[in-house]
Structure formats: structure tokens, C-alpha cells
């Protein structure tokens, strides 16, 4: 809750005390006496009386908040915004519907908070952001206009536009808005940076150069750019990205942020002569400097080099790097990949807030599982505090992934059908609960949890994938398998589990070859287990048994307890 929000709690419940029952006449402009003095430029609030239906809303929606019960508050705050017709009110009402994840409700209380602080530029933001979430492009544009006309530095505008923009599914239509956008300010490199990072989300990789191109002739030296025209280079040629970053780290030798994403690079290109090249120049020109030196440890994290990444990180320590629990979790994570499980336990526990705090609980919950003490972790996980609606069900999650590891799939559907009670529009819990359902043969659940889902997220691949591999898994409602698959191939083109389900469908629809095309594509970008599975079974009834059988041999090598490999060996290898 943040402080001007106190201050309208206190003030509603000491009026409330102050008064006899029954109507009483509170202005809401007096909370300048409690401190709550009104912003340059706020709109002029309502005076407003304090009825007990209104007192009883916002001590009905804060308790709700507090339980977890985010029904309950986003309908409290719902009526609340509509009654007060007070700007304050329409925000908080606002940001609890978008924390209980019910986007449609958000957008009509954001509706009236832009309606009473037309100027704000948060509530315009966020109105917009909402539109976009909810792909309503067209209905978004005007509040982003206002956005650009009320911005004093428009290249500020144009760097956050794509983060207002990040959720629309068309991300070809999205490109289309920020060039109409950036034509006017043909010489804001800003504008061109705008431009470069919608079309890399729209794969236009040939206009993301060309604009990236504009902007570093525009302003050479702006990091941030030539870090992005690296990533952009990348995509097109690993060797062109190298030969940029080393071009432009030779004109701007203090660039660490660039040297530091190019030596990422180069581990993950496994270029390892290079990369450490890279990390000895940057501890060389910055021995004393704890951000570069937490950097190398990181590095060193990636090439597996667990001993140089140790020494860094406890030198950065030293060097009284300003976030040490993000260090104390990196140093778990050390112990826990080198097997010194007490020690990475003994950090886990040290962390005691930040970012890392909520990843450090659930990674020390995780070990205490795999030390046989499922209960304990249980209850590590529900001793947690938790900030928002958000953590609160990434918990549940994570306790019905423990409880999933151990077999016990009833008890999973219990826990998250426990937890969609009180949290019905999570995706997270929808999904996992689909899942949970098709363990225990629940396939009406199934389907209900992830048309749910896919309502609420148009734009999740995995749940239209889910729902057409449950179809084709079935030999059932195969041309609706087909279209949920090929969408969610539309939306993850790369995910080889998304392939694999594509391949399977045409497989079940009988056109064995392209079935067999795409399992192939899948197997050769991750040679899962039931990937390996599906394959097999494609080739071994296009008559390539041998083929079949030796995808099944080398796979159960490094998955001998896979059932559904397992299971299709013994089918067609009795």
C-alpha cells in the first residue's frame, strides 16, 4: 500500500470513528489536514459524504486484500470507484483488479480514473496498457497520443512505447502504430530505437537492422543501441555480431555494459578463447569496481567455472556490492550445482529480502524436498510472506510441483483447485491445473481450465497447444486439434513441443509424412523423451523400424525412467 493510499485509509477509518451512525458529512478535500497535500496540477477531488455503505466497500475490499480474497476486493473497489467518483479511489481500484488478474474490470474502473484526472499520465498509461493486453489497438491509440503530447522529452516517450505496446499479439500491427508514431522525428534516434525494437519483436529482422543502423549514425556512442544491434546482428550471422561488438568496444573501451552482453554471447556461442578474453579485460580496467566484478562472476557462472565464480562473488562481498542477498543467492547456487547442499541450504536461508528472497525460499524448499522432507517443504512454502495475489499463487504452484515430483497428482488438483477458489483467473493455476487434471483422467476439467485460460490469455501458446495435444492424445476432435496447434504454433513458432503436437495431430489425421517432418524438426531442436516417442511411432509405421528403434535406444540411455518412451517401447518391442 503506498503512503498516499495510507492516507486515505487512516482518514476514512477516523472519520468513521468519529462519527455517529448513519450518514456522516466528510470532505475529502480536509485529508490535507492529515498531511495529504494534492499534487500541482491534480484535479480538484469531490467533496464526498462518508455513507456507511462506502465505509463498509473500502473495509470490505482492504480485509479481502489482505486474505487474499481478490473477488471480493476488485467488486468492493468496483463500487467504491463508481460511488466516490474520486480519482484516488478509481487508481486503487484500478491496480487491485489488475493484481487479482481480471483485466476487463480494470479497464472500466481505469476508464473512470482517466475520466476524472484526464491529464494523469499514470492513469493514461495504464488505460492504454489495458487496451493493448486486451488487443484493442485502435481503442489504445488516442491515450497514447495524449501520452506523447503531455511528454516534455519525447524520446522518453518513444523508449517506453514498446513497453506499452509488449503485450499485443499482433506484433505486426504493433510495428504498423510506433512507424506512424516515429514518422514525424525523422533525426530522434529515439524514434528509430522504437521502430528497430517493434520490428525485432515482429521478426522484421531487415527493418530492425536498418532502423538500429539509423540510430548508431544518429548517436554512435549509445550503448543501449549498439547492445541491441549486436542481439539484431546475432540473428542474422553469430560472426557479424562478433565483428560489431569488437568494432565498437574498440572505439568505446569503457563500455562495460557492452562488453559484458558480448562476453555472454560468446559463452553461449561457446566461444570460450574469446569470452574469457572479454572477462580479463573487463576485471583488468576494473579491479575495485563490485558491479564488473559480480558481472565476471556471473559469467564465469555460464561457463561452469564454479571456483573463479565463488572468488568473485565473495570479492564483490568485499568490495561492499550494495545488494547482498542477490549475492548470498548466487553463492547458494554455487554450492547447490557443486553438491555442498548444506552450505547452499545454510545461504538459501540467508537471504532475508530483495528480489532474490522469494527464489531463495522456494529453491531451499526444493532441497528439503529431495531430501526425502516433503511435509517441511510443504510448510516452508506456505510460511512465506507474500506481497500480491502473484506470489501468493507462484507459491501454490511450486508446492503442487513438489507434490508432483513425489507422484502424488491427486493431491496436486486438490492444491490448485484450493487455490483457483480463491484466485479463479490465474494463469498459472489454470494451467497447472489442466495438467493436473489429465494425470488423474479429468479431461472435462481439462478442457473447462484451459478454454478459461485461453479466454484470458488469447495469446498463450501453450494452453491452445495443451488443449489440441489433449485432443489429438485422444484420437478425438482432430481438424480443432489442428487449428488450436497451428495457432499456437502462430504465437511460438520455435517451441519444439508446440512442433512435436503438430507433428502428432497430422500423424493421428493419418498423413504420416508430414507428421514424421515435423517430429523430426522437434526431435533435432530438443531430443526429448516423448518427443522421441512420438517419432518413433511415426517411423516405425512408415516402415522404418530400424530408425525408429535406434531414436528409442539412444534417448532411454539418458532417460531410462521416461513412462511414456518406456511405454512405447514395450508397444511396438514387446
Not at 443 to 464: C, F, G, N, T, V
Request: hydrophobic content about 40%.
Amino acid at each position: 500500500m503506498n503512503f498516499k493510499f495510507l492516507g486515505l485509509t487512516l482518514f476514512l477509518c477516523i472519520a468513521a470513528c468519529a462519527q455517529i451512525p448513519g450518514k456522516s458529512v466528510v470532505e475529502v478535500d480536509k485529508l490535507e489536514k492529515l498531511g495529504e497535500q494534492d499534487e500541482v496540477g491534480q484535479p480538484e477531488l469531490p467533496k464526498q459524504d462518508l455513507t456507511d455503505s462506502m465505509l463498509f466497500d473500502f473495509l470490505l475490499g482492504e480485509t479481502a486484500i489482505q486474505r487474499g480474497d481478490s473477488k471480493t476486493a476488485t467488486e468492493s473497489y468496483l463500487r467504491l470507484a463508481k460511488t466516490t467518483r474520486d480519482p484516488r479511489v478509481a487508481q486503487r481500484a484500478t491496480e487491485v483488479a489488475l493484481l487479482s488478474g481480471k483485466l476487463f474490470v480494470a479497464l472500466s474502473t481505469a476508464t473512470i480514473w482517466v475520466e476524472l484526472d484526464p491529464n494523469s499520465v499514470v492513469a493514461n498509461q495504464t488505460i492504454a496498457s489495458i487496451l493493448v493486453s486486451t488487443g484493442r489497438l485502435d481503442e489504445a491509440r488516442p491515450y497514447l497520443d495524449k501520452l506523447l503530447a503531455m511528454e516534455d522529452n519525447v524520446g522518453k516517450f518513444f523508449m517506453q512505447l514498446n513497453n506499452l505496446l509488449v503485450r499485443n499479439v499482433d506484433k505486426t500491427e504493433a510495428l504498423e502504430l510506433v512507424q506512424q508514431f516515429a514518422k514525424p522525428y525523422p533525426k530522434l534516434p529515439e524514434a528509430h530505437f522504437a521502430v528497430a525494437q517493434a520490428a525485432w519483436f515482429a521478426n522484421r529482422i531487415d527493418i530492425a537492422q536498418q532502423q538500429m543502423k539509423l540510430v548508431l549514425t544518429l548517436r554512435p556512442g549509445w550503448e543501449k543501441a549498439a547492445i541491441q544491434n549486436g542481439r539484431i546482428l546475432r540473428r542474422i550471422s553469430s560472426a557479424r555480431a562478433i565483428e560489431f561488438y569488437e568494432s565498437y568496444l574498440e572505439t568505446y573501451p569503457k563500455a562495460n555494459k557492452t562488453r559484458i552482453v558480448f562476453a555472454q554471447m560468446l559463452v553461449a556461442e561457446r566461444n570460450y578463447i574469446k569470452a574469457r578474453s572479454q572477462f580479463q579485460q573487463l576485471l583488468t580496467k576494473n579491479p575495485e569496481n563490485a558491479n564488473v566484478v559480480l558481472a565476471v562472476g556471473l559469467l564465469s557462472m555460464e561457463l561452469r567455472d564454479f571456483d573463479a565464480a565463488e572468488e568473485n562473488f565473495k570479492k564483490a562481498l568485499e568490495l561492499g556490492y550494495k545488494d547482498l542477498n542477490a549475492i548470498r543467492f548466487y553463492l547458494a547456487r554455487i554450492y547447490e550445482q557443486t553438491q555442498r547442499i548444506d552450505l547452499a541450504m545454510e545461504w538459501y536461508r540467508s537471504v532475508d529480502r530483495g528480489n532474490q528472497f522469494l527464489p531463495a525460499q522456494i529453491r531451499y524448499a526444493f532441497l528439503l524436498s529431495k531430501q526425502g522432507k516433503l511435509s517441511e517443504a510443504r510448510k516452508h512454502l506456505q510460511q512465506i510472506p507474500v506481497k500480491n495475489d502473484q506470489q501468493r499463487a507462484h507459491l501454490i504452484v511450486t508446492e503442487a510441483e513438489l507434490l508432483r515430483e513425489a507422484g502424488a497428482h491427486q493431491k496436486v488438483f486438490y492444491l490448485l483447485s484450493n487455490g483457483l477458489e480463491t484466485l479463479p483467473d490465474y494463469p498459472e493455476l489454470l494451467y497447472d491445473r489442466a495438467m493436473a487434471a489429465e494425470k488423474i483422467g479429468k479431461s472435462d476439467i481439462l478442457e473447462k481450465d484451459l478454454r478459461k485460460l485461453i479466454q484470458l490469455k488469447p495469446d498463450h501458446a501453450h494452453a491452445h497447444n495443451a488443449l489440441g495435444y489433449s485432443f489429438a492424445e485422444h484420437n478425438n476432435r482432430l481438424p480443432e486439434a489442428l487449428e488450436l496447434i497451428e495457432k499456437a504454433i502462430k504465437l511460438s513458432p520455435e517451441d519444439p513441443y508446440i512442433i512435436d503436437s503438430l507433428g502428432w495431430v497430422y500423424y493421428r489425421m493419418g498423413n504420416l509424412n508430414k507428421g514424421a517432418t515435423y517430429l523430426k524438426q522437434a526431435f533435432v531442436i530438443k531430443p526429448d523423451p516423448e518427443i522421441a516417442a512420438h517419432l518413433g511411432e511415426v517411423l516405425w509405421m512408415q516402415g522404418t523400424k530400424e530408425e525408429a528403434k535406434e531414436i528409442w535406444r539412444s534417448t532411454i540411455k539418458s532417460h531410462p525412467e521416461n513412462k511414456v518412451l518406456l511405454n512405447t517401447m514395450k508397444k511396438f518391442m514387446p
